[in-house]
């Protein structure tokens, strides 16, 4: 199997939803560069204080503090799923120095789509679990299935900064589909199919 993976797609297209899939599935260790950052913001770190303004407009953090903070996760894992991560065509290159990819999967979303979705996620407080008002409800509102916990909205899901992020989102990270397109190791799935049906996809493109 393959065991070195990246997830690319814009905010919203299932990214984190796959890669916890698919991290229980395989044993892979999933590394979300957005989750590690809102919890160096909640935790109130040097490096949570850096990154802060950025998140909340929808930015990039600067690429220098994202590959000092996500190097040595990566080296101490043997299988990894890379959710958010490398997100600008220098991020990738400097994956390319740590560990090359197997493969990186595309997970395709229209600009509707994503605010539809983003505008109706929440998201569990204490386990992380995903959850949409329309496409994934809770079964008891407010509370995760799961661990119990209370679900919230992420700061950076109002509509203003959703349209800001999908906007750099193709501005600085959809040409990474090409570059990996070039190297060979590009594969593509349609987002907007159910969620099962995309963990399938992927399973199949991991034993390829
Ligand atoms: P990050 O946390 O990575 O956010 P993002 O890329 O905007 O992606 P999202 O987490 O919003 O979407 P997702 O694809 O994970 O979708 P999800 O599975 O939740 O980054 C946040 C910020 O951190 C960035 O803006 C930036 O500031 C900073 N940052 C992070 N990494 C960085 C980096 N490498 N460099 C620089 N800065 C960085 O699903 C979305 C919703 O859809 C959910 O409600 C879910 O239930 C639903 N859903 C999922 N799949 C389906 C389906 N198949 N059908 C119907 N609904 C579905
Ligand atoms: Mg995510």
Redesign the pocket.
Known sequence: MLKHIAFL?P????????AKRIAKQTGYVHL????I??DEVARATALGGK?KA??DR????P?GL?VDMIRSRITAADGFIL??????VA?AEALAGITPLDLAIN?ALSREAVID??S???VCRDCGK???LL??PPQTPGRCEQCGGELYRRD?DQPEVIEN?YD??MQATAPLIDFYRTRGILREID?????QT?SERIMELLRS
């Open positions: 797609g905010p919203g297209a299932g990214k984190g939803t796959q979300s560069t957005g989750d950052l809102r990154a950025y998140m929808g930015d990039l953090v690429d994202i959710d958010g991560f490398p997100r600008t991020q997970i979705r983003l109706a996620r929440r995903i959850y949409n496409f994934n950076d992020r750099v989102y987002g907007t199919l159910p969620m995309v």
